[in-house]
């Protein structure tokens, strides 16, 4: 699977890189930027499990003001839980990133009185393709006018991935309950501004629209439609990014 990504990649980008007598310009460079992720069935709000991601891209110009990019991405996604029923009776709420406080009072949580500590890592490789469009064809106002806008697709696969329950590692066990789908589909929107000639900054969302995994049987979920009953029987990621952009070089007229 991942091997027939690299190919498909490798081919998109060539195309996009052919020149002719009409070619209009062309950009490549390397993105890298850090990830705040959650998935949706871990009971449990986000985004809170912190990561990056890494990739490479080309775009080209497709009109003055708007232009098609293809990147190829490495990708940490999951989903960080922690609770303990101690921190909001004694006074120590909000700890959902995981910053457990020591204290000498504190005694082995009950498995029923609400504790969670649980951490669940992805890692993937994912193939998004934009649509770019600059503000500046929209409005004059400084500062505006110089961020863009983009929107798109990916797709995405699993390539490593850990789970732990309260300490535990749960991996194996979970992998074999609920298998992971081969690929997912994803939708992007985001926002690009530029720091100087080469080097920007940008915001991405990113809400899969495929599932990660199935969570539950039709038989153990109560839905009123067949769309409530498909969101509640799996999982699928929600992700922000926010990463730099390094142009390394430009081709075409």
């Known amino acids: 699977m991942i091997k027939n990504l690299y190919i498909i990649l490798a081919a998109l980008m060539l195309l996009m890189c052919v020149q002719d007598a009409d070619a209009q310009m062309f950009r490549g460079g390397l993105q890298l930027g850090l990830t705040a992720s959650e998935v949706s069935g871990d009971d449990a709000g986000g985004p809170d499990k912190l990561g990056w991601f890494a990739s490479v891209y080309t775009n080209r110009d497709i009109s003055p003001f708007s232009r098609l990019q293809l990147e190829l991405m490495y990708i940490q996604k999951g989903s960080r839980v922690y609770y303990d029923p101690w921190d909001d009776i004694h006074g120590n709420p909000g700890n959902g990133f995981g910053i457990k406080q020591d204290n000498d009072f504190d005694p082995d949580p009950d498995p ?3 504790y969670r500590d649980y ?23 400084e500062y505006v006018d110089r961020l863009s806008g983009k929107f798109g697709l990916s797709v995405s696969t699993v390539v490593g991935h850990s789970e732990e329950d309260k300490g535990l590692p749960i991996t194996q066990i979970m992998a074999a309950e609920r298998p992971f789908k081969i690929a997912e589909l994803n939708v992007l929107a985001g926002l690009q501004y530029p720091v100087t000639e080469n080097l920007g900054f940008h915001v991405r969302f990113s809400q899969g629209v495929s599932p990660m995994r199935t969570r539950f049987a039709r038989n153990e979920v109560a ?3 067949s769309f409530e009953c498909y969101r509640k029987r799996h999982q699928f990621n929600t992700v922000w ?3 730099l952009s390094y142009t390394m070089f430009y081709g075409g007229n």
């Open 112 to 114: 029923d009185d609400g």
């Open 119 to 141: 951490r669940f890592n992805l890692h993937y490789v994912e193939i998004p393709v934009f649509f770019i469009f600059d503000f500046s064809s929209l409005t004059g106002l």
């Open 223 to 225: 839905c009123t439609n």
């Open 241 to 243: 990014t926010f990463g």
